[in-house]
């Protein structure tokens, strides 16, 4: 168990739906990361927030959104899916807000897996 | 451009044999992390090995190791006595200091251990 926690495990859905993924932190983790895994696309950054504010932004959709609360959880939004969008959704956290040292290694989730058909 | 290749998209091994996972990265910023990590198919990623650029030494945890060739812009990870549960994807990533907030990872290489 990494101590990230990410629900739902698996997540089935309509074209055209809205989905919400949540996302808890490891303890003491300020940090939270979304990435996208898709067979044509690998691992994409989707998003970063920080101890509640947005810290970066990557390839993210307008159809998507993420915010981090006061208990520091995260949740990825989903909407208007279409079926390219089916994807295993990653939570990482880690203590700090970034920089390339090891200090700030990211400790993922098990994942979200959403099919959309 | 391409910030992170693993050219090799499959890789056999025998256990109890050594394996090397190549991966060349491309970045102009002197201040970069280099990491490991591990997809098993049960899907989790999980870390293994970090290399900072300014690190004299190649990092070493356990049986990982990384051959870190600065000048080439390589990050090589040598797996010693390889098991049949090191039978995984495996992904190079890396964190530049300019943009530290993104990981950046490259498309894996699937490692399959014979018994």
């Known amino acids: 168990d990494s101590g990230v926690t990410q629900t739902p495990k698996h997540l089935i859905t309509a074209t055209g739906q809205r989905v919400t993924l949540r996302c808890s932190p490891r303890?003491?983790?300020?940090?939270v990361y979304w990435y996208q895994q898709s067979l044509d696309q690998g691992l994409q950054f989707l998003i970063q927030y920080y101890n509640g504010e947005e810290r970066a932004k990557g390839n993210i959709l307008e159809r998507f959104s993420a915010q981090q609360f006061p208990d520091l959880h995260s949740e990825l939004n989903l909407s208007s899916l279409e079926l390219g969008d089916s994807a295993l959704y990653f939570c990482a956290s880690s203590v700090g807000s970034g920089g390339p040292s090891g200090a700030n290694v990211l400790t993922f989730g098990a994942g979200s897996r959403l099919t959309v058909l | 451009a391409q910030k992170i290749t693993q050219t090799q998209p499959g890789m056999f091994v025998q256990e109890k044999e050594a394996v090397t996972l190549d991966c060349t990265y491309d970045?102009?910023?002197?201040?970069?992390?280099l990491f490991w990590y591990k997809q098993p198919s049960s899907g989790e990623m999980i870390f293994l090995i970090y290399?900072?650029?300014?690190?004299?030494q190649n990092a070493t945890e356990g049986r990982y190791s990384l051959n870190f060739q600065k000048a080439r812009k390589s990050a090589n990870l040598v797996i010693s006595a390889s098991q049949l549960g090191d039978s995984a994807m495996y992904f190079c990533a890396m964190r530049e200091g300019r943009d530290g907030n993104k990981l950046v990872f490259g498309a894996g290489t699937i490692l399959r251990v014979k018994s």
């Open positions: 303890s003491g983790d300020l940090s």
């Open positions: 970045t102009s910023d002197p201040s970069y992390g």
């Open positions: 290399q900072g650029s300014y690190d004299q």
